[in-house]
């Protein structure tokens, strides 16, 4: 029997993307923001102009994926749906044309039982065809064909058309 | 109105992949083989394991991927078509992780008018949503939901399921 397929994004899905850039701003950008405010919303509202300028350089610079650490339990939660679910990985790569092999590299490192023919880098996700789609972007969710589920998020919190997701807890609950 | 899909394989559609290949046996693995020979049937089945393995180096070598020359009125007929048709151009790059930043700058490069937003690095190409796909390899025809059309190849020479056509002119014909 065919598996449903399951696609997840990278970034504030598998990746703490968000949880390494506030940690930048706490540390190198002299700021008076809490550890707190800055998962409160986007990050770009609590920074300055200049400061998202420097932000914007540093997350385009070959390297910053990386080192990037994986979502708490997203490891373990990802290994035991694979065996019910065809597991796909989608990230909006395209827009860091520094990032691919940082990507490919993290994703074969983090989680290598996920096979290469399962990666996409992309832009638009409304290419995409599949059963799930857990994301942390509205947009993508919005011309997503199959169930959306929305992966909580400090610059989601407001969105209230998606069903969401706090955790990996929470998808494994939901989904197996 | 919203335009209907059209995805476009990169290699051997958009660029001149197996020409370059051939070219490359012909000038340096001192063969006896003429360019009409390696013109019929996958390039493999002309050379021994031993230069097999010296192309699949090559191949998968980072730069392979940089001068590839452009298919015969390849951007004039892409360029024509994305009037009619919202292009999108989805390669399995994944194979070969070297190529990313190769392929990548290649689109910039010669079809300046696909924004990054289009352009899908893959593997299996099941997971593409579209109208319209053309693509050399047979097996990524077979699994796309929308219409298929095979672009003429010399590995695909055998193959009778799909609608064939033969460069872009046939494709223009077709389409417009």
Same mark, same amino acid.
């Given at each position: 029997?065919?598996? $449903?397929? @399951?696609?997840?994004?990278?970034?504030?899905?598998?990746?703490?993307?968000?949880?390494?850039? &506030?940690?930048?701003?706490?540390? %190198?950008?002299?700021?008076?923001?809490?550890?707190?405010?800055?998962?409160?919303? $986007?990050?770009?509202?609590?920074?300055?102009?200049? %400061?998202?300028?420097? @932000? *914007? +350089?540093?997350?385009?610079? $070959?390297?910053?994926?990386?080192?990037?650490?994986?979502? $708490?339990?997203? *490891? #373990?939660?990802?290994? #035991?749906?694979?065996? +019910? *679910?065809?597991?796909?990985? &989608?990230?909006?790569?395209? #827009?860091?044309?520094?990032?691919?092999? /940082?990507?490919? %590299?993290?994703?074969?490192?983090?989680?290598?039982?996920?096979?290469?023919?399962?990666?996409?880098?992309?832009? %638009?996700?409304?290419?995409?065809?599949? /059963?799930?789609?857990?994301?942390?972007?509205?947009?993508?969710?919005?011309?997503?064909?199959? +169930?959306?589920?929305?992966?909580? &998020?400090?610059?989601?919190? #407001?969105?209230?058309? *998606?069903?969401?997701?706090?955790?990996?807890?929470?998808?494994? +609950?939901?989904?197996?």
């Amino acid at each position: 029997m065919t598996k $449903p397929r @399951l696609i997840l994004d990278q970034d504030d899905v598998l990746a703490a993307t968000h949880g390494k850039l &506030a940690q930048i701003v706490l540390s %190198d950008f002299g700021t008076n923001l809490t550890h707190e405010a800055l998962h409160q919303g $986007p990050l770009q509202q609590h920074l300055s102009p200049e %400061d998202q300028k420097r @932000l *914007y +350089k540093l997350i385009h610079a $070959p390297g910053f994926f990386t080192d990037i650490p994986v979502m $708490p339990n997203a *490891y #373990e939660a990802v290994l #035991e749906l694979s065996k +019910k *679910y065809d597991i796909f990985v &989608a990230t909006a790569a395209m #827009e860091f044309p520094n990032s691919f092999r /940082d990507k490919y %590299d993290w994703l074969q490192t983090h989680f290598n039982f996920i096979p290469w023919s399962n990666i996409i880098f992309c832009g %638009d996700k409304s290419i995409l065809s599949g /059963d799930y789609l857990i994301d942390d972007m509205p947009r993508n969710l919005k011309t997503f064909k199959g +169930k959306g589920l929305l992966f909580n &998020a400090p610059h989601n919190l #407001e969105e209230t058309a *998606y069903e969401r997701v706090r955790n990996w807890e929470d998808i494994t +609950k939901r989904l197996l």
